[in-house]
């Protein structure tokens, strides 16, 4: 962790939630700092939104476990990420994406749902160090 943490971050992000009524709504601005070296035709931004906790009455499953933590809820635009090929390489871009919270997704407590977003090669499946704000 130490030595990642060490290396110089090669973009900036920025990542916002809102929810409206039953509308999660997000929105994941991206700056490039340093492109030196990426490949921009393996990159994917991925999107992930959690729920920080979730307790269940009775275990779910057979290994006696009740309350679970950081539970990936959903995954924008779905597992395969959003491809970042096609934007400017230099600058700033967005990417915002919504849902509605209904059917299963009711039940998912508001409060406690984050986004997570990440860039990641998708061929080396390396992740690119960023700052992060929000």
């Known amino acids: 962790i130490n030595v990642r943490l060490a ?31 990426i490949n921009f035709e393996n990159l994917v931004l991925q999107t992930v939104v959690t729920e920080i906790e979730i307790e269940f009455p009775s275990p779910p499953g057979k290994n006696g476990e009740r309350k679970f933590y950081d539970v990936m809820r959903e995954m924008l635009p779905d597992f395969s990420g959003e491809a970042i090929s096609n934007v400017n390489q230099s600058g700033i871009f967005q990417f915002d994406r919504s849902f509605v919270l209904s059917g299963t997704k009711a039940s998912w407590n508001k409060s406690k749902l984050h986004t997570v977003a990440f860039i990641q090669d998708r061929v080396s499946k390396e992740v690119y160090q960023a700052v992060s704000t929000h």
């Open 7 to 37: 290396l110089a971050p090669k973009f900036k992000m920025t990542v916002n939630k809102n929810i409206a009524g039953d509308v999660y709504l997000t929105s994941v601005t991206i700056e490039t700092l340093d492109t030196a070296g």
